[in-house]
T-cell receptor, first 108, second 116 residues
Framework: DAKTTQPPSMDCAEGRAANLPCNHS???????VYWYRQIHSQGPQYIIH???NNETNEMASLIITEDRKSSTLILPHATLRDTAVYYC?????????FGQGTRLTINP | NAGVMQNPRHLVRRRGQEARLRCSPM?????VYWYRQLPEEGLKFMVY????????ESGMPKERFSAEFPKEGPSILRIQQVVRGDSAAYFC??????????????FGPGTRLTVL
């Protein structure tokens, strides 16, 4: 599975868009980009995934560059409850390989 | 549709005892995964099972740990002769039968094991 690089921490003001970057320069053609988050010590929560095209659901948007070497998760209107560790995972097989993620703090 | 269920939520064991962690996947899900999160560390994959089969156990410690997912009933992660280093949060996840590569996994609330 391809390795990912994320900033260790980010801050965002409540109500603003939170943009979380992820680099995955060694991604191969059949690997998907998945995003999960872990709020405090709860079980990880699936957010969104994509292969080549940009994706949007009720939680977030995922922008994948044309060369697929990086992606950005966008939380359009961040709330305090979005404070969590966000994990970008590139997966070609079934198991999820979690890195250190980005600790996102939403400030009032 | 109930989510992934794990029990117990908290488990305390003394060194040398056995720990049994149970996971009931979401309805319709036939794939189960176990992950471990040591204090202040990230989640680490342990094992991936389908009904009655272990598909990938590359993350399982070589000794004392075993997992099963029988035809009927929950998946069980069993830790024999626990040691203090086994203290961690153990998360179970489930997913439906795979389509293309990968599939979203739905996680349970975890079992927090404390070894005294």
């Amino acid at each position: 599975d391809a390795k990912t690089t994320q900033p260790p921490s980010m801050d965002c003001a409540e109500g603003r868009a939170a943009n979380l970057p992820c680099n995955h320069s060694t991604i191969s053609g059949n690997e998907y980009v998945y995003w999960y988050r872990q709020i405090h010590s709860q079980g990880p929560q699936y957010i969104i995934h994509g292969l080549k095209n940009n994706e949007t659901n009720e939680m977030a948007s995922l922008i994948i560059t044309e060369d697929r070497k990086s992606s950005t998760l966008i939380l359009p209107h961040a709330t305090l409850r979005d404070t969590a560790v966000y994990y970008c995972i590139v997966i070609g097989a079934q198991k999820l390989v979690f890195g250190q993620g980005t600790r996102l703090t939403i400030n009032p | 549709n109930a989510g992934v269920m794990q029990n117990p939520r908290h488990l305390v064991r003394r060194r040398g005892q056995e720990a049994r962690l149970r996971c009931s996947p979401m309805k319709g899900h036939s794939h189960v995964y176990w992950y471990r999160q040591l204090p202040e560390e990230g989640l680490k994959f342990m094992v991936y099972l389908q009904k009655e089969n272990i598909i990938d156990e590359s993350g399982m410690p070589k000794e004392r740990f075993s997992a099963e997912f029988p035809k009927e009933g929950p998946s069980i992660l069993r830790i024999q002769q626990v040691v203090r280093g086994d203290s961690a949060a153990y998360f179970c996840a489930s997913s439906p039968p795979m389509g293309a590569y990968g599939n979203e996994q739905f996680f349970g609330p975890g079992t927090r094991l404390t070894v005294l």
